[in-house]
């Protein structure tokens, strides 16, 4: 249902937005449409955050697989960082795949080595990955991040986890351009003068036009 939701309210996106538009006095619809656009971006900057964090999971879970000669660990690391789309559960999950193959092609020891490294990466993930780095990407504070994200599991379970977290940025905006709400959005934003992802996005442009200089 909630995939036919988010299809059904894609095909008739501009219904939505000029609805908005239309709630708004004709001498403040210049603020509403600014707010659409604001929201509009929040899935890039989500999607730029998921994508931040499945690379730095990624990066984590070869290293960890390489100190314990782990075979074909660039591959193992790759599935788990691709898994990481869903949040939380997402490192437990693709951590089953090198699991299974330590103890099949390798060693009991090396199988528990795969377990202390799948729990230790994914308590990173929770309390410093998600909240800072994905939370950061759409503005929210690491404490709502977390708290988002277990009441999204807890009403919609793993499409809860994925979607509750770009909702709740969506929702801030709104409560920004609502009078009367502004200090509910100053409540769950996140105070840091700079946002992780702006941040990240633009050294990787910068790493890209420096190249083209070159070439």
Same mark, same amino acid.
């Given at each position: 249902?909630?995939?036919?939701?988010?299809?059904?309210?894609?095909?008739?996106?501009?219904?939505?937005?000029?609805?908005?538009?239309? =709630?708004?006095?004709?001498?403040?619809?210049?603020?509403?449409?600014?707010?659409?656009?604001?929201?509009?971006?929040?899935?890039?900057?989500?999607?730029?955050?998921?994508?931040?964090?499945?690379?730095?999971?990624?990066?984590?879970?070869?290293?960890?697989?390489?100190?314990?000669?782990?075979?074909?660990?660039?591959?193992?690391?790759?599935?788990?960082?691709?898994?990481?789309?869903?949040?939380?559960?997402?490192?437990?999950?693709?951590?089953?795949?090198?699991?299974?193959?330590?103890?099949?092609?390798?060693?009991?020891?090396?199988?528990?080595?795969?377990?202390?490294?799948?729990?230790?990466?994914?308590?990173?993930?929770?309390?410093?990955?998600? #909240?800072?780095?994905?939370?950061?990407?759409?503005?929210?504070?690491?404490?709502?991040?977390?708290?988002? =994200?277990?009441?999204?599991? =807890?009403?919609?379970?793993?499409?809860?986890?994925?979607?509750?977290? #770009?909702?709740?940025?969506?929702?801030?905006?709104?409560?920004?351009?609502?009078?009367?709400?502004?200090?509910?959005?100053?409540?769950?934003?996140?105070?840091?003068?700079?946002?992780?992802?702006?941040?990240?996005?633009?050294?990787?442009?910068?790493?890209?036009?420096?190249?083209?200089?070159?070439?």
């Amino acid at each position: 249902l909630v995939l036919v939701f988010i299809f059904l309210f894609l095909m008739q996106r501009n219904k939505y937005e000029n609805f908005v538009v239309m =709630l708004y006095k004709e001498e403040k619809r210049n603020k509403a449409i600014n707010m659409i656009e604001r929201i509009s971006m929040v899935a890039q900057q989500y999607l730029t955050g998921r994508l931040v964090a499945g690379c730095i999971m990624g990066i984590l879970f070869l290293i960890g697989f390489l100190i314990i000669g782990l075979k074909n660990s660039v591959v193992l690391a790759l599935i788990v960082a691709i898994m990481t789309i869903i949040p939380y559960v997402g490192a437990l999950i693709g951590g089953l795949v090198p699991f299974f193959i330590s103890l099949i092609d390798g060693s009991l020891n090396q199988s528990i080595w795969v377990v202390i490294i799948i729990l230790l990466i994914n308590t990173i993930d929770h309390y410093i990955i998600e #909240p800072y780095i994905v939370g950061g990407s759409v503005n929210i504070s690491p404490f709502f991040t977390i708290f988002v =994200l277990i009441l999204g599991g =807890l009403i919609w379970g793993i499409p809860g986890i994925i979607l509750f977290l #770009p909702l709740s940025g969506i929702i801030k905006i709104v409560f920004e351009n609502v009078e009367g709400l502004q200090p509910y959005a100053a409540l769950i934003g996140d105070q840091r003068e700079s946002i992780v992802h702006k941040n990240t996005w633009s050294q990787i442009k910068g790493i890209f036009s420096r190249r083209k200089k070159r070439d």
